[in-house]
Nanobody, 116 residues
Framework: QVQLVESGGGLVQPGGSLRLSCAAPGRIFSVATMGWYRQAPGQQRELVAR???????DHADSVKGRFTISRDNAKNTVYLQMNSLKPEDTAVYYC??????????WGQGTQVTVSS
């Protein structure tokens, strides 16, 4: 069973920052496009950002200029640096490892709450 281990969520005030981390098994991490998704209550899960094994990144328009995805291949870990957080960023954030079509692995989710 493939396990993605997330950490870094929590409660932060508007304008604050958080960094999410997700560690994956090396055999998966080295070939996967790693991504962060989020799901707010009553909403569909949406892509926040992703990064290929080669380091190419893609960020949702709603987070461009505020969030940055990166990966440390030596640590088999992907990060999501979140700055200038807004209340509408409140959601459960999920780490994803996309290996190939129909082969995806998910983390358990970590809650991010932006509130004063």
């Amino acid at each position: 069973q493939v396990q993605l281990v997330e950490s870094g969520g929590g409660l932060v005030q508007p304008g604050g920052s958080l960094r999410l981390s997700c560690a994956a098994p090396g055999r998966i991490f080295s070939v996967a496009t790693m991504g962060w998704y989020r799901q707010a209550p009553g909403q569909q899960r949406e892509l926040v950002a992703r990064i290929t094994s080669g380091g190419n990144t893609d960020h949702a328009d709603s987070v461009k200029g505020r969030f940055t995805i990166s990966r440390d291949n030596a640590k088999n870990t992907v990060y999501l640096q979140m700055n200038s957080l807004k209340p509408e960023d409140t959601a459960v954030y999920y780490c994803n490892a996309h290996v190939k079509m129909f082969v995806d692995y998910w983390g358990q989710g970590t809650q991010v709450t932006v509130s004063s």
